[in-house]
């Protein structure tokens, strides 16, 4: 996460190549055994950093513009969010559903290892000593508490018949309002875009089975990709 500027082998940028590629080619040299499985599940582990950045197609291995290791990473976590909805929509016909999630921000797994101390506490992720510090309400968790929602993704009934929806918390996320996008920075056109932002319906609801019927937010959709992009990486 955040890891300086560095690419591998084939010239594409590390974080990139690691947690989204890698993830790609992983999965397609499984499609047959998914597609037999009779019901398998994908869980792509995204997180809030998606908010940092949208996939930058015109450059996303950064060979035309200045590196930016936080941008890097929200690349990539768009990148993951995105891949699990066009893999739904390609398998859920053959009975393979997809989903993508948000952990919690989870200290001490090594994750963090290119930051600082200071950027760590600016994060407020530790103490003014260097203690993680651990308030589940806040998506300050455990590693076994992090691990909770992609467990819940692979194996709840709730999500039976469901996919391409974005988690957290052991539940679908909510539906981020208009408000909510100015609070968290969506609205805000990144320098690459030349085309109107995808935007979120209001009143879009699914029901996962084993919650009283009650209507629930279908997955965050993400302001910052543009519509006409996120078409075109489906096909």
Not at 14 to 40: D, E, K
Not at 213 to 226: E, N
Request: aromatic share 6%; proline share 6%; charged share 25%.
């Amino acid at each position: 996460m955040a890891c300086p500027l560095a690419r591998d082998s084939r010239g594409y940028e590390s974080q990139f190549a690691t947690n989204h590629l890698g993830h790609f080619q992983l999965v397609a040299r499984l499609w047959p055994a998914l597609r037999q499985a009779n019901g398998a599940r994908v869980v792509s582990v995204s997180s809030w950093g998606h908010r940092r950045s949208p996939i930058v197609f015109e450059d996303p291995n950064f060979e035309r513009r200045d590196y930016d290791r936080w941008s890097a990473y929200g690349q990539l976590k768009t990148a993951n969010i995105l891949f699990a909805l066009a893999l739904d929509e390609r398998g859920k016909a053959e009975g393979v559903r997809a989903f993508s999630l948000h952990p919690g921000s989870i200290v001490g797994t090594g994750l963090g290892k290119h930051l600082s101390r200071e950027e760590l506490r600016v994060l407020a992720v530790i103490d003014e000593n260097g203690t993680p510090i651990l308030d589940p309400a806040k998506n300050l968790k455990t590693v076994e508490q992090g691990a909770a929602t992609s467990v819940w993704c692979a194996t709840s009934r709730q999500l039976d018949g469901m996919g391409g929806v974005y988690c957290e918390n052991c539940d679908i996320a909510p539906l981020v309002s208009r408000a909510g996008e100015e609070a968290c920075g969506l609205s805000r056109r990144h320098p690459y875009e030349d085309s109107p932002r995808a935007g979120v319906a209001d009143d879009s609801t699914r029901k996962p089975r084993g919650n009283g019927g009650a209507a629930v937010p279908v997955a965050m959709m993400l302001a910052t990709i543009s519509r006409p992009r996120w078409r075109s990486a489906k096909r």
